[in-house]
């Protein structure tokens, strides 16, 4: 079994090696920088976790986590594009730095070239590989744009936040992890409790990611609190608040929503706080990572073969930053 750090280090060889410095310049250089921006490559080590956990050959998974990898970063272009974002891990967005029109047609190069690393799998799998790729891009899309609905509306139930998280955010881990299993040989019903482990791991991702958005420490997080509450998003802390909330502070709350001022990230916060929704964030999170857990216990493989897995996972969730 190889460690994280070994597949993380076996991931990046593979990505160096794969030279996008092509012609015209304009197209490949912003889809260079994109990926010079770095990040966990948490989605391909999940692909090459996966393979490894069920005994297959890492050689054969790379492919597959490349692929993963550029699907990620094609929906990260766009996405910023969408959100008018002037910073991606801390550099400039590629539509900033390269303008629009080359940061969309890198973006869509880059779903093509995820394609091409797809279609060197073994023809065995090809066609079911291809049909999860395209559901998992098609759901992806989806929830971006429920994402987007959610910002012209004064209110979101927490069902519907849980279910676009679960869109933009959960299926593609879900499809990572699948992938991998099916690369390495793995059963239809061992494949289907990994991906439902992924759609649980992702959920409970993103809500630790609301709650450090907004109650993380700075210091180790990495940066000033409360950039969803300037946004106005419609995380699970906020969805939550204005459904428990009263009359009175609910009233507060939309009001100081809208609100631009200095004082906004203390006042919400403060409510928040008041409402306790932060603990039921937290409670919900854990949850979503005990059902995933009971989802990986189900397969049928050593559990000694599961620990990478387990521990990365566990990591990831009760992370710092």
């Known amino acids: 079994m190889y460690t994280v750090e070994e597949l993380h280090r076996l991931f990046i060889e593979k990505l160096k090696k794969e030279s996008f410095v092509k012609e015209p310049k304009e197209l490949y250089e912003p889809f260079n920088y994109m990926l010079s921006l770095g990040g966990k490559r948490i989605r391909p080590l ?42 991606r891990r801390g550099s400039p967005t590629v539509h900033i730095k390269y303008s629009t029109n080359p940061a969309i047609l890198s973006g869509d190069a880059m779903l093509l070239y995820a394609y091409i690393f797809l279609s060197t799998l073994d023809t065995n799998i090809l066609k079911k590989c291809i049909t999860l790729f395209n559901k998992t891009g098609i759901e992806v899309c ?3 744009q429920i994402d987007l609905n959610f910002e012209k509306l004064d209110e979101v139930t927490l069902a519907d936040y849980l279910h676009m998280i679960k869109l933009k955010t959960a299926v593609l881990p879900a499809f990572a992890l699948q992938l991998g299993a099916i690369i390495a040989g793995a059963n239809e019903e061992q494949t289907q409790q990994i991906y439902d482990f992924g759609i649980n791991i992702g959920l409970a991702f993103q809500l630790q990611d609301d709650i450090l958005d907004s109650f993380g420490d700075e210091k180790v997080f990495g ?4 950039g969803d509450i300037i946004k106005n998003k419609k995380t699970i802390l906020l969805t939550h608040a ?10 507060e709350l939309k009001k100081w929503v809208t609100n631009d001022s200095e004082e906004k990230i203390t006042v919400v916060k403060k409510i928040f706080s008041e409402l306790a929704v932060k603990d039921f964030a937290v409670n919900r999170m854990k949850s979503y990572h005990e059902i995933a ?29």
Do not use: W
């Not at 204005?242 to 009233?251: G, M, P, Y």
């Open 242 to 251: 204005l459904e428990v909330a009263d009359d009175s502070i609910k009233q």
């Open 46 to 87: 999940l692909t090459l976790i996966a393979c490894d956990m069920f005994g297959g050959k890492i050689e054969q998974a790379l492919s597959g986590a490349m692929a993963v990898e550029l699907f990620h970063n094609f929906t990260l272009i766009h996405d910023d594009i969408m959100d008018e974002a002037p910073l």
């Open 223 to 226: 940066k000033k609190n409360g």
């Open 142 to 144: 989806e929830g971006q």
């Open 293 to 321: 857990t009971q989802y990986l216990l189900q397969i049928n493989i050593p559990d000694t073969h599961k620990q990478v897995l387990r521990n990365f996972a566990e990591k990831l969730l009760y992370r710092d930053i």
